[in-house]
């Protein structure tokens, strides 16, 4: 089984679980009133998106125990589905994207019917393949997705209200912030949660006392490729233009790294790992010519003196000194 690291879970039974959530609504409910100017909410948005995203993949690398290095690909697959659905063959923005998740969440079943079945850097390797075979495929054809050149995406609009500027776009991705951090957390609160957590802990194990390993393996993988293919469609159409970079490799590292960076089998700390590596290169552009080696360097620090993640290491350590 591909383990990086072991569960580590927060109690999910005490009276402060609800604390973080609040912090979270008053704190997206707030910041549109102090953001200076757009550039600001485009920052927060991208923040938003790889959250979602995020949290989706800390549900099978965390929780599940499975690596995915192509997780990129079901993003460029959403992000395509929508735009060529609505420039070219004119689909309304709502129903493009619904058919594209139907699409990738039928495409990761089959794939994970497949993949799922093999264990350590097999699986992760299988991921890869399947994400660089995505962006071979958004780059080739041309006809249908402008190539390397990409393409334009409509705007969005459902039920004929339009959702135009960074401001309107901002309360979208907010609001699907929340609900991503509300689902995630009880479905590892849930006896589903607890099956997760078995399985990752020992596959033979989880089989043993009853849980049907490979149907929870590819319900958490498509669960998750959904996800990744819903904040792709959006994504499109809130920049207006794509190019197969979206699918792109490095793409999926960044994904799995700020799982990894904020805490594996940790909601929130997907939402900190994603909030802490997409603002890090804005924040270190300013050191011109070593940025690069400055991000190196504090990835590094954190794996070495946080281990586990930033934030159940931080959680540990905080129990202990109140222990």
Do not use: C
């Amino acid at each position: 089984m591909t383990s990086l690291t072991s569960p580590a879970t927060l109690d999910t039974r005490s009276p402060t679980r609800f604390a973080p959530l609040a912090l979270l609504v008053v704190g997206l409910v707030a910041l549109p009133f102090v953001l200076p100017n757009a550039w600001y909410f485009d920052v927060v948005i991208r923040i938003a998106v790889n959250v979602v995203v995020a949290i989706g993949l800390n549900l099978l690398i965390g929780y599940t125990g499975q690596i995915s290095l192509g997780h990129a690909g079901f993003f460029g697959l959403g992000a395509y589905g929508s735009a060529v659905l609505t420039s070219l063959w004119a689909w309304s923005p709502i129903s493009a994207l619904v058919a594209t998740a139907v699409v990738v969440g039928l495409l990761a079943w089959l794939i994970a019917r497949a993949i799922l079945r093999l264990q350590g850097h097999y699986l992760a390797m299988a991921t890869l393949g399947l994400g660089i075979i995505v962006t071979i495929v958004l780059t080739n054809e041309s006809a249908l997705t402008g190539g390397p050149d990409g393409m334009s995406v409509g705007d969005f609009a459902v039920f004929g209200v339009r959702i135009a500027g960074e401001r309107s776009w901002y309360w979208v991705f907010a609001g699907l912030v929340v609900v991503a951090v509300v689902l995630a957390s009880n479905i590892v609160a849930s006896p589903a949660g607890r099956a997760l957590r078995a399985l990752h802990g020992s596959e033979i194990a989880a089989r043993v006392v009853g849980i049907d390993t490979a149907s929870f393996k590819t319900r958490v993988f498509v669960l998750s490729a959904v996800v990744t293919a819903v904040m792709g469609s959006l994504s499109a159409h809130y920049m207006g233009f794509i190019t197969p970079g979206v699918a792109g490799f490095s793409k999926s590292v960044e994904l799995v790294t700020m799982v990894v960076v904020g805490g594996m089998a940790s909601v929130w700390g997907s939402v900190v790992g994603a909030a802490l590596l997409t603002l890090l290169p804005d924040v270190l552009a300013r050191f011109e010519g070593y940025e690069t080696l400055a991000f190196g360097v504090i990835l590094v620090a954190t794996m070495i003196f946080l281990p586990r993640g930033i934030v159940p290491s931080l959680f540990s350590l905080l129990t202990k000194k109140e222990g």
